[in-house]
């Protein structure tokens, strides 16, 4: 089993930056990822890191914008968002895989109950 805790979602102007965490417990996962969920839409993948070596990859919608990381000593995943606009608003989930980087949330068995971030135009 596998915990999942985010934090760090908020209310910020558009422009603005956010660092979201999500701590990780129990048995380690191959890769970690961030999804969004927008009201009334479907989950979207936003950024993977494995867990081993770092390797990234992103969504179109976040290239240049979000950096994913992960504090291994901390057992933390970061995702920094900069430039933020309105359609970034979501409910932001943090989830675990067992598969290396996958980009669909039905290779991810956990899950955290999610970090909402709005932001203001």
């Known amino acids: 089993q596998a915990q999942l805790v985010e934090s760090g979602g908020g209310l910020v102007q558009a422009g603005g930056s956010l660092r979201l965490s999500c701590t990780r417990s129990?048995?380690?996962?191959?890769?970690y990822a961030w999804f969004r969920q927008a009201p009334g839409k479907g989950r979207d993948f936003v950024a993977v890191i494995s867990w081993i070596g770092g390797t990234t990859y992103y969504a179109d919608s976040a290239k240049g914008r979000f950096t994913i990381s992960r504090d291994e000593a901390k057992n933390t995943v970061f995702l920094q968002m900069n430039n933020l606009r309105p359609e970034d608003t979501a409910l932001y989930y943090c989830?675990?895989?067992?598969?290396?980087?996958?980009?669909?949330?039905?290779?991810?068995?956990?899950w955290g109950r999610g970090t909402q971030v709005t932001v203001s135009s």
């Open positions: 989830a675990a895989s067992a598969r290396t980087n996958s980009i669909w949330s039905t290779d991810y068995a956990y």
């Open positions: 129990g048995r380690t996962s191959s890769s």
